[in-house]
Nanobody, 122 residues
Framework: QAQLAESGGGLVQTGGSLSISCEAS????????MGWHRQAPGKQREWVAI???????FYADSVKGRFTLSRDNAENKVTLEMNSLTPEDTAVYSC????????????????WGQGTQVTVSS
C-alpha cells in the first residue's frame, strides 16, 4: 500500500503545462520534507524538486526555472507546476516524504507514492 497519493498525470504536448499533486497523511506531512522524482524507461531515477517542512525549495538543474513546487499545509499536499514541457520530461513521476541527510546524498526518502505517468508528445 502506497503511503502517498499522486494525481494529475497525463498527456501534454511539447511546450505545454501540467500540474501534479501529492497528498499525505497529516502525520507524515508535518514531519517530513516532500519531494518529486522521475524515472523514464531504461533510465535511472532522478530527483526533480524537494521542499522542506518550512517551504524552502530545491530544484534539479534540468527543471530549474520551468517547474515550481509548493506546499499546502492545510491540505497536506504538495503541487508541482510544470511549464515549457519537452519530451525529455516524459517519465513516471513519484512523490516522496523524507529527511535531509547532510551527507553526500542530501535527501533520503522514507515514504513513496505509486507514481503518475507524465507523457509529453513531440
Amino acid at each position: 500500500q502506497a503511503q502517498l497519493a499522486e494525481s494529475g498525470g497525463g498527456l501534454v504536448q511539447t511546450g505545454g503545462s501540467l500540474s501534479i499533486s501529492c497528498e499525505a497523511s497529516k502525520r507524515i506531512f508535518r514531519s517530513n520534507a516532500m519531494g518529486w522524482h522521475r524515472q523514464a524507461p531504461g533510465k535511472q531515477r532522478e530527483w526533480v524538486a524537494i521542499i522542506s517542512i518550512n517551504g524552502g525549495t530545491f530544484y534539479a538543474d534540468s527543471v530549474k526555472g520551468r517547474f515550481t513546487l509548493s506546499r499546502d499545509n492545510a491540505e497536506n499536499k504538495v503541487t508541482l507546476e510544470m511549464n515549457s514541457l519537452t519530451p525529455e520530461d516524459t517519465a513516471v513521476y513519484s512523490c516522496s516524504a523524507g529527511k535531509f541527510t547532510g551527507g553526500s546524498d542530501f535527501y533520503s526518502a522514507t515514504y513513496w507514492g505509486q507514481g503518475t505517468q507524465v507523457t509529453v508528445s513531440s
